[in-house]
Nanobody, 126 residues
Framework: QVQLVESGGGLVQAGGSLRLSCAAS????????IAWFRQAPGKEREFVAA????????YYADSVKGRFTISRDNAKNTVYLQMNSLKPEDTALYYC???????????????????WGQGTQVTVSS
């Protein structure tokens, strides 16, 4: 079992930065791929970024590439999402999720993930 708790959300002006944290419990956290998803009101949940447990490889949605950075500290059981140059369209509830396995084809799909946090709200004002 893995339990995930997100933090670090808040209200920020466009162009600003936030760092989200995803703290996990469970001894096997280091063997899970971790991703961030987000969901804006009235929209589908969408993939933001992922990091693998094997090589620490990272993947990003085109909409955040170059602005967001995902990283993990297995010793602290924590994954981070550094978000820079924030835009109003980044406003959403951000979730972290853990998957024991995924492929290139399933990584961006919600159903590939076994565990989810409750989410942290990010609001970017214009």
């Amino acid at each position: 079992q893995v339990q995930l708790v997100e933090s670090g959300g808040g209200l920020v002006q466009a162009g600003g930065s936030l760092r989200l944290s995803c703290a996990a419990s469970g001894r096997t956290f280091s063997r899970y791929h971790i991703a961030w998803f987000r969901q804006a009101p009235g929209k589908e949940r969408e993939f933001v970024a992922a990091i693998t447990w094997t090589l620490g490889s990272t993947y990003y949605a085109d909409s955040v590439k170059g602005r967001f950075t995902i990283s993990r500290d297995n010793a602290k059981n924590t994954v981070y999402l550094q978000m820079n140059s924030l835009k109003p369209e980044d406003t959403a509830l951000y979730y972290c999720a853990a998957a024991a396995t995924f492929t290139g084809a399933t990584m961006k799909l919600s159903h590939a993930y076994d565990y989810w946090g409750q989410g942290t709200q990010v609001t970017v004002s214009s």
